[in-house]
């Protein structure tokens, strides 16, 4: 199982809008310039991550980007669902698909939704705030707190 170059950027950028919380506002161009990620990808995520709630964005004088919510209260998960969809290890167990000739006959079907419950609540255990504390060698260092404490 591998992330998507996006939702990969979209965790590196709202890293590095994390950075920001309770400073000033930053804009895409300065977070495209901390990440090395291209202006039309981080515009994009910008709209994603928006769009998920996760990122408030506003324009004119006095405008920038900044979290929705603290970065303790965002997961990987809600990083990754913001914009790739709900987290499904299969396209089975998703409403309205029925797209795989073996459908009728699986075995395994029915406990496809553990194991995606099971990678989701892992994902949902890293909260943003743990990605973006650094210890004195630049090395993460864990946080505690759940996501939604």
């Given at each position: ?8 950027y979209?965790i590196?950028?709202?890293?590095a ?17 901390e990440?090395g ?5 981080t515009?994009?995520?910008?709209s994603?991550l928006s769009r ?9 004088a006095g405008?920038g980007i900044?979290l929705?919510?603290p970065?303790?209260?965002i997961?990987l998960a809600?990083i990754i ?8 290890m299969t396209?089975?167990v998703?409403?309205?698909r029925?797209?795989?000739g073996l459908e009728?006959?699986c075995?395994?079907?029915?406990h496809w939704g ?5 990678v ?6 890293v909260s943003l ?5 650094t ?8 946080v505690?707190?759940s996501?939604?404490?």
């Amino acid at each position: 199982m591998r992330l998507s170059s996006m939702a990969d950027y979209a965790i590196v950028t709202m890293r590095a809008a994390s950075r920001h919380c309770g400073g000033s506002r930053t804009s895409a161009t300065q977070l495209a310039e901390e990440t090395g990620i291209p202006l039309p990808t981080t515009q994009k995520l910008i709209s994603l991550l928006s769009r998920g709630g996760l990122l408030i964005s506003m324009r004119g004088a006095g405008g920038g980007i900044q979290l929705a919510r603290p970065a303790a209260a965002i997961s990987l998960a809600d990083i990754i669902e913001a914009v790739e969809g709900p987290i499904a290890m299969t396209a089975c167990v998703e409403k309205g698909r029925h797209d795989c000739g073996l459908e009728d006959a699986c075995q395994v079907r029915p406990h496809w939704g553990i194991v995606n419950d099971a990678v989701r609540g892992a994902l949902n255990d890293v909260s943003l705030a743990s990605l973006s504390s650094t210890g004195p060698a630049g090395l993460a260092v864990p946080v505690t707190e759940s996501a939604h404490a």
